[in-house]
């Protein structure tokens, strides 16, 4: 029997400024959730990437004195460094500047949507958030006139545009929401989601004057036109995969996606917009849109006015990738805000990582090495109850911590049973009870692979080799 496929997407990230815990949040979401899939033995694909053609990019670059282009090389090799640096295991990292392998299936979706009588020209007056990348409305925004998610003032912008008519979609988008046959997870966003269909879609301006952006991809047939950038944006779950291109292997292998991971702030663009382009382009819908909350410093949005951003390369630097991991998978629900401070990272660093899994896994390869004449001959048993469900669900927080139940359970089963003392009486007893020590750990690091490849191996290693594991988590004072 064939594997059953999985494809997974993060958003592709605005590269005007370094990603932060937000960004890292959402990537190591979906890196746990592909790497479980893959140790299911899934045929799994990976997706990131950057959303380049976007006015925030050239703003940046101007203030600077450089190139936009340029810019952007320097700032995409930085979130490729990050990748590596959190061992994030993605199979694809896209680029939504690559003449070669987006800006043909992003033309080629465009020609569908006319084909489909979905684009039409309008003059349009509106007001424009480049932070946003988004029309606003007047009763959106705060008092003062600004954007409500952006610190900026919106302009006023009167032009001819391309619009795509979004309003034809939203009953048949809403009755596949409501059927859950595009499921939006959790249920609470389903329901916001619901509610601003109900209200019905209107059309979006879906082109800008080429004149008057510096990045975009060209309207087929129109060079007096670019692409609105989510319209391009939102096309890279599938020219990654090949659409519009000679080669669609891919496509054919894994499309439709089994799920975008989004935060909350773009959960309209990917289930109404993309949905729209989609049934449009007679193409099938994703299965599901996971839609995670904010993380938030000290309960505020981190801003770089506030002083709170926290920068997960310095994390990485001071406690290692697979601190930040554990961090975000088991302190953060996918499903609600979440917040993380120096003090709280540190706190829970010592209790579950410095003195839980490490001080638990470095007790018993210490007994192991000293009382054990060889290695214990591990048994394979399945995940333990909960944990397969907890993903099926996607809720990794509660995945994580049924593994760190067991590694309570563990460490209280080691104080029952004392084996260090009963080693003295009682020899054969006392390794008996290490060899179960050693089993019970090697689910634990089983378990553990997703969150923790590095030091899952480590453990896994050390059990191999019974010996004491190489240091897992120093503790920091
Ligand atoms: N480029 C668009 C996405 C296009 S997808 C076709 C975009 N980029 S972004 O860089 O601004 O944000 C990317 C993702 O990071 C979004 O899912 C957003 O929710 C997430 N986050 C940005 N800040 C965040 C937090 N503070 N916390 C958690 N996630 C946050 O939007």
């Known amino acids: 029997m064939q594997h059953p496929t999985f494809y997974i997407t993060t958003p592709i990230y605005y590269p ?21 899939h893959r140790i299911k033995g899934d045929r799994t694909y990976f997706l990131s990437g950057a959303d380049e053609n976007t006015e925030k990019v050239v703003r940046e670059a101007v203030q600077r004195g450089i190139d936009p282009i340029e810019y952007l090389d320097s ?9 590596e640096r959190l061992h994030i295991s993605h199979d694809q990292f896209i680029r939504t500047s690559d003449q070669v392998a987006h800006w043909p299936g992003a033309q080629a ?3 569908q949507l006319v084909k489909s009588g979905d684009i039409y020209k309008q003059t349009y007056r509106g007001l424009y958030c480049v932070g946003a990348e988004s029309f606003v409305t007047e009763k959106d925004l705060r008092p003062g006139g600004l954007c409500p998610d952006h610190d900026e003032a919106p302009h006023v912008v009167e032009e001819e545009n391309y619009f795509f008519r979004l309003s034809k979609y939203t009953d048949v988008i809403r009755a596949k929401i409501e059927s859950d046959e595009l499921q939006i997870i959790p249920a609470s966003r389903k329901a916001e989601i619901l509610a601003l269909l109900r209200e019905g879609l209107t059309d979006v301006s879906f082109s800008r004057p080429a004149e008057k952006v510096t990045l975009g991809v060209p309207v087929p047939n129109d060079p007096s036109q670019k692409m609105y950038v989510w319209c391009d944006a939102l096309t890279n779950y599938i020219t990654a995969l090949g659409y519009g291109r000679s080669d669609s292997a891919l496509l054919q292998q894994f499309w439709p996606a089994n799920l975008h991971v989004v935060g909350k702030d773009i959960l309209r663009f990917h289930a109404a917009i993309w949905p729209a382009m989609l049934l449009s382009a007679g193409l099938p819908l994703p299965r599901a849109i996971l839609v995670h909350g904010m993380i938030t410093s000290g309960g505020r949005k981190m801003s770089k006015s506030l002083g709170n951003v926290i920068d997960p390369v310095e994390l990485i630097d001071e406690y290692g990738a697979e601190a930040v991991r554990y961090y975000l998978a088991r302190e953060v629900s996918p499903f609600e805000d979440g917040d993380i401070t120096h003090e ?5 660093y010592n209790a579950n990582l410095a003195n839980g899994l490490g001080n638990l896994a470095a007790r018993i390869m210490t007994m192991a090495e000293k009382y054990l004449e060889e290695p214990v001959s591990i048994k394979k048993f399945p995940f333990p109850n909960g944990y397969e469900e907890a993903f099926a669900q996607y809720n990794i927080q509660r995945a ?6 067991d590694i309570g359970k563990l460490d209280a089963y080691i104080q029952e049973t004392q084996p260090f003392k009963i080693v003295k009486i009682d020899r054969e007893g006392a390794r008996a009870i290490i060899a179960e020590l050693v089993q019970r750990l090697s689910i634990i690091a089983h378990m553990l692979e997703p969150f923790l490849p590095e030091s899952a191996g480590k453990i896994q290693t050390a059990i191999a080799e019974n010996k004491k594991p190489e240091n897992l988590f120093a503790r920091k004072e």
């Open 400 to 405: 994580a911590d049924i593994a760190w139940e």
């Open 109 to 111: 979706m465009w020609e």
């Open 75 to 83: 700032v995409v090799a930085e979130f490729e460094s990050l990748y």
């Open 16 to 36: 005007n400024a370094k990603l932060h815990m937000g960004h890292a949040y959402t990537t190591t979401l979906c890196d746990i959730i592909a790497r479980y």
């Open 344 to 348: 709280t990272f540190k706190e829970v």
